[in-house]
C-alpha cells in the first residue's frame, strides 16, 4: 500500500518534526556557531538523534493507527492549490530508520575522524542541512516539494564533496558530481512538469497516480514522463551513462562517503523508482529501461571494481554495482527484493566506508596494494570491515545473501533467462571484488610498512560495530518468523502480502557464485595459486579497458574539450561581437556619436543661428535654382 488513506495518527502528524529538527540545527550551528564553538558538532548530533527517536515513535504509531497523509496549503493561484505535504507508509518508515540511523552513526563516527579540522562547526552544519533534505525526500508527498529538497541534497552533497576544496582535486569532483546530477535533473523537473500538465494541475503523488490508472493520462504520455523521471533517478543514483561523478566523490571526507554512498543520496534515485512503482507498471516500457540500465550498470561497474587498487574507489563502484542490483530488481517488477536490497546495503557499504576511513586514519594508507594483515594491529576495525565484506559478498546467513537471493529470484521471474544469466555474472564479479578486499586488506601477513597501524578511538569504533551488527542480522528481516511479522514483504504490502520467495536453483547459484568467488580470490591473493600479475599479462587488453573505465570519462572529457568548450568559444565571441559589439554597444555608440554632433546647433549664440538661417537660405536659392530649367 503505497499511498494509504488520509490519517490523523499522531505518528502521521509529527513525522515532519525528523527534517525540522535536522533543518534547526544548521540554522542554530550557522547562526549561533561562534558563541558555542565546542558544542556545534553535538548538536548536529542531538538533532539526528532526536530525528531517529521520531522514528521509533512514528513507527510505534504506525504499527498500532496505521499511516496517512498529512499536509498544510502553501498557496493557491486559480483552481491550483499547493501543499506541503508528509505521507507516513511503510516504504516512508523505512526510508526514515534507514537515513536517521545513518546519518547518527556517521556523525558519530566524525567526531574522531574530523577532530582537529579547521571548518568542523561547517562540516557538522552541512551534515545536518543534508539529512534534513533527505528525509524531506523520502517522507514528502509531492513533486513540489520533493523537487525542492531533492535540489537541496545536490547542493550538499557538492558542499561535502568539496569540503576540502583547497585541493584541486576535491573542487573538481564536487564540480563534476553537481553538474552530472543537474542533467539528470533536468528530465526530472520536465517530468514533473508534464504529469503536472496531463492531471489537470496536481502535484500530490496519490491523485497523479489515481488519475493515471483510471486512464485520465495517455499511454505516451506516460511513458515519457516515466522515463524522464527516471533520468533524474539516475543521476542521483548514478545508473549508467551518469556514473562517472561517484568514483570522484570519493575526495571527500570517508564520512561523507559513507552517507552519500550508503542511505541518503545514491538511494535517492531507487527510492524515487519505488515510490513512483504504480506509475511505473503503468507503463511496461519505462520499467524495462530501468531494468536494462540497471543490468548495464551492476555489469560494467563490478568489473571495473575488480582492477581499482584505492580502497575508496573499490567501494564506489561496488556501489554504482549494487544500485544497479536495486534498479534491476525494481525494474523486473520486484519492489521488495529492491528495497530490501536496498536496506541491506546500506548497513553493509556505511559499514565498509566508515572501516576504510578507519584503515586510512589508522595506517595512513588508501592503496589496497600497500596494506594486509591489518587485522593484526587494528582487530575491531578488521573484523567489522570483514563482516561487510561477507555481508556485500553474498557469504550466508549475513544479510546480503538474503536480499542478493530475493534480487535473482525477481530478475529470473519478471525479465528471463538472458537477464537472470548476466545477473549471475555480475553478482560473481561481486564476491570476487570483495575477495580482493578481504585478502589484500584485513588477512594475510602484516607488511612493515604497517607496523606502526593502530586502532581508532571508540568514538568510531561504536559506530562500526553497530553497524555490523545490522550487517549481520538485517537479512533475517525477509522470512516471516511469527503469526505477527511475517516478513519484509508482508510488511511493505500488508494488503497483498509478498512473501519471501525461496528458490532452491537460485539459492543453489547463488551460494555457488559466493563461495565460489571467494575461493577464486583465496587462490588468487592468498595462497598464490593462481598469479594475478600472470592473468593480467595475458589479457593486458581487458584490464587496460577496465583501469581506462571503459574510456567512458575519457569521451565525456574529449566531447567537453572538443564540443563543449569550443561550442561555448564561438557563441562567447558571437555574442561579445554580434550581440554585444554590434547590437547593444553599437547602437549605444551612434546615439551617443549623433548626439555629439547635433549639439552644435544648439549653442545658445544669436549668430551661430543667423548663420545657420543665412546658410539654409542659400542652399534652398541653389536647389530652386539648379532645379528651375526642369520646371
Known sequence: ???????????????????????????????????????????????????????????????????????????????ITVSWGIVVDELSVVMLGLVTFVALAV?????????????????????????AAMLTVVLTDNFLLLYMAWELVGVCSYLLIGFWYERRSAAEAAKKAFITTRIGDVGLLIGIIMLFKA??????????????????????????????????????????????????????????SALIHAATMVVAGVYLVARLFPLFLLAPTALLVVAIIGLITALLTASMALVMTDLKRVLAYSTISHLGFMMLAL??????AGMFHLLTHAFAKALLFLGAGSIAHGSGKTDIREMGGLWRRM????????????????????????????????????????????????????AMYMARLLFLVVLGNLKKENEHAHESPWVMKLP????????????????????????FGAFLFHEEPEAYHINGLVMGLSLALAFGGFALGWALYSRGLLSADRIRERFAWLHRLLVNKYYIDALYQWVINRIVLVLGRFIALFDRVVINDTGVNGTGRSVLLSGIRLRYLETGKVYNYAL?????????ALIWWLGLPNV
Open 464 to 487: 562500526l560495530v553497530a553497524l555490523a551488527i545490522l550487517a549481520l542480522t538485517a537479512g533475517f528481516l525477509a522470512p516471516g518468523w511469527t503469526s505477527d511479522y511475517k516478513g
Open 612 to 620: 545657420g538661417m543665412v546658410v539654409g537660405v542659400v542652399v534652398v
Open 1 to 79: 500500500m503505497l499511498f494509504p488513506e488520509p490519517g490523523t495518527a499522531s505518528g502521521v502528524q509529527w513525522a515532519w518534526l525528523a527534517p525540522a529538527l535536522s533543518a534547526s540545527a544548521f540554522f542554530a550551528v550557522v547562526l549561533l556557531g561562534r558563541f558555542i564553538p565546542r558544542n556545534r558538532a553535538f548538536l548536529s548530533i542531538l538533532a539526528i538523534a532526536a530525528g531517529f527517536g521520531v522514528f521509533w515513535y512514528v513507527l510505534k504509531e504506525f504499527l498500532s493507527s496505521g499511516g496517512g497523509e498529512f499536509s498544510v496549503k502553501w498557496f493557491t493561484v486559480g483552481d
Open 331 to 336: 525494474g523486473s517488477g520486484g519492489f521488495t
Open 379 to 430: 582487530p575491531v576495525t578488521a573484523v567489522a570491515f570483514g563482516i561487510g565484506v561477507l555481508a556485500l559478498g553474498g557469504i550466508p546467513p549475513l544479510s546480503g545473501f538474503f536480499s542478493k537471493d530475493e534480487v535473482l529470484v525477481a530478475v529470473l521471474s519478471g525479465r528471463g533467462p538472458v537477464f537472470f544469466v548476466l545477473t549471475l555474472a555480475a553478482a560473481l564479479m561481486s
Open 107 to 131: 556523525q558519530v563516527y566524525s567526531l574522531g575522524y574530523m577532530k582537529g579540522e579547521a571548518r568542523f562547526g561547517w562540516y557538522f552544519a552541512v551534515h545536518s542541512l543534508f539529512a
Open 199 to 256: 492531471t489537470g494541475g496536481h502535484f500530490d503523488y496519490s491523485t497523479i497516480v489515481h488519475v493515471a490508472e483510471e486512464g485520465g493520462i495517455a499511454s505516451g504520455t506516460l511513458t515519457v514522463a516515466m522515463l524522464l523521471i527516471f533520468l533524474g533517478a539516475m543521476g542521483k543514483s548514478a545508473q549508467f551513462p551518469l556514473h562517472v561523478w561517484l568514483p570522484d566523490a570519493m575526495e571527500g571526507p570517508a564520512p561523507v
